[in-house]
């Protein structure tokens, strides 16, 4: 491949703060909170013109639950977010609607409050660091490419840029380096919800009658995207009277740090959730006047880049259940691994381990370990969400929403406590911090 050099130029330094939240989805929201509220001037970055991250820009329709049984075992800052939104508490396999407007504006009232200065539309492409220290990052928005410098930095960027750029060491993908595939969440408008409900099953959303529906008329020119195996998936959740929001279909061999793969996966998301729509408005009942709202700006990738920390969570800690000593969360939700290929048994496998194979029984619970959030060889870089150090396979628990705002909790926690005493990340005070979380009503054990 051909290669230019870049000339060296001055950047102006345009901020100078305690702590710099990189990625403003549900880790970041999480750690920019934390660190704010306990005292650290904080700026939050972020690359698009809100916060929420997949679940306002990608459209997720639905909080997972804060516990598969039983009482919430993610509180803190989810459960704050929860109940300002009005949607239920999450517990006991309750799923919460995330209706991307209200979220947006429920979170920036939060920053507001808690006095996060943020940046959007501003992109990180750089790093400049002194050995295992990161000094700045550098940012592009319309002002130009600046530097902004900070004490401590959390990587919450889902893909762990920050980290990468940083020369951090990770893993991406299984073996061969397939990762889970992409969907393009969708909304649509319109339905009538008396005659969509009654055919839906109320006790398994991944079983619906709607896929057998689909299933019958495979290969049939009604359903064009058919035969290419991926409109599988299928999660729908209500929004308010006729609005729902929809996570259908698989996007598979997406890499989510390429941009060539994530621009075809865009197009090709369109003309799923188009399909979708034209199929269902002749197909499913309540849809004959049913009309699509919007199609998720950002792409819904569920796995890419995940650190190596200096604990990695394994499976055998996912079986074992274990408790950590320096545990900042706890939860149950079950390994959600999306198969990598189109085949029915493929969809099958992952069904069961969803539904089967990996459940944990009402009561019991696995446990993050601080560890899990410290790239290996940094002293002042956290990473939160979904990029925390674990297995591929139990990334597939660690990564949904509730968890990622817990683990953001803490970064921010940490880093706030890191300004006061000017330790590196390694060197945390765990106990201390875990006290703090409870303090701050979060769950530790
Ligand atoms: C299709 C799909 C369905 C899902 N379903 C559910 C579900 O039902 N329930 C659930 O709880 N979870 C679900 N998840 C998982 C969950 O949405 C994500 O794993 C979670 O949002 C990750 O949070 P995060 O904060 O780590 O990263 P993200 O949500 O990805 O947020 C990262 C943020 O960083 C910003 N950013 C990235 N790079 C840069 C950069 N270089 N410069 C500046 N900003 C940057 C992004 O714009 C984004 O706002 C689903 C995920 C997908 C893809």
């Known amino acids: 491949m051909a290669h230019i050099n870049e000339p060296a130029k001055k950047l102006r330094i345009a901020g100078k703060y305690d702590v710099l939240v990189c990625g403003g989805g549900p880790a970041g929201i999480g750690a920019a909170l934390s660190a704010a509220r306990n005292g650290a001037k904080t700026l939050l970055v972020e690359q698009s013109g809100f916060l929420g991250g997949m679940g306002t820009g990608a459209l997720v329709p639905t909080f997972a639950p804060s516990a598969m049984s039983g009482a919430p075992l993610i509180k803190g800052i989810h459960a704050e977010i929860l109940a300002l939104l009005g949607i239920g508490d999450g517990s006991n396999d309750t799923w919460p609607p995330l209706d991307p407007e209200k979220t947006k504006y429920a979170v920036d009232r939060l920053m507001k409050t808690a006095g996060v200065e943020i940046l959007f539309f501003t992109r990180i492409s750089g790093v400049i660091k002194t050995g295992r220290r990161l000094e700045h990052i550098i940012v592009e928005n319309k002002s130009g490419r600046q530097a902004l410098k900070a004490k401590y930095f959390i990587d919450c960027t889902g893909d762990a840029d920050v980290a990468a750029m940083s020369g951090a060491s990770f893993k991406k993908g299984d ?12 909304t649509v408008a319109g339905i009538d919800d008396e005659k969509f409900e009654a055919i839906r099953k109320k006790d398994n959303s991944h079983d619906l009658k709607l896929s057998d529906i689909m299933r019958s008329d495979e290969g049939k020119a009604i359903l064009p995207i058919i035969p290419s195996g991926e ?8 929004f308010e009277k006729g609005y ?3 996570n259908f279909g698989h996007i598979f061999n997406v890499d989510g740090t390429d941009a060539k793969d994530l621009s075809a996966a ?6 799923i959730a188009n399909n979708f729509i034209a199929y ?8 004959k006047n049913a009309f699509l709202v919007s ?3 950002a792409l819904g990738i569920r796995e890419t880049r995940i650190i190596e920390g200096e604990y990695t969570l394994t499976v055998a800690d ?8 320096d545990s900042i969360a706890v939860y149950d939700y079950p390994i959600d691994m999306h198969q990598t290929d189109k085949s029915l048994k493929a969809f099958n496998k992952s069904h069961k381990a969803f539904t089967q194979d990996f459940l944990l029984s009402p009561g019991e619970y696995y446990s993050i370990p601080f560890r899990a959030l410290i790239p290996k060889g940094k002293d002042n870089l956290l990473a939160a969400g979904r990029s925390i150090s674990c297995d591929r396979q139990v990334q597939a628990a660690t990564r949904v929403m509730p968890l990622c705002v817990a ?7 940490a880093a706030a406590m890191a300004v006061k005493k000017g330790n590196r990340f390694r060197d945390t005070d765990t106990k201390l911090l875990r006290e703090k979380l409870i303090k701050q009503s979060a769950r530790v054990d």
């Open 175 to 186: 073996r061969k380096g397939a990762m889970q595939p992409a969907s393009n969440c969708f």
């Open 231 to 238: 409109y599988r998936f299928l999660l729908e959740t209500k």
């Open 244 to 246: 729902w929001g929809f």
């Open 266 to 271: 865009a197009q090709k998301g369109r003309e």
């Open 280 to 287: 269902a408005r002749k197909k499913f009942p309540g849809f």
């Open 295 to 297: 199609v998720g700006q």
């Open 318 to 325: 996912y079986i074992k259940r274990t408790k950590f000593p």
């Open 407 to 413: 683990t953001g909790e803490a970064a921010g926690l």
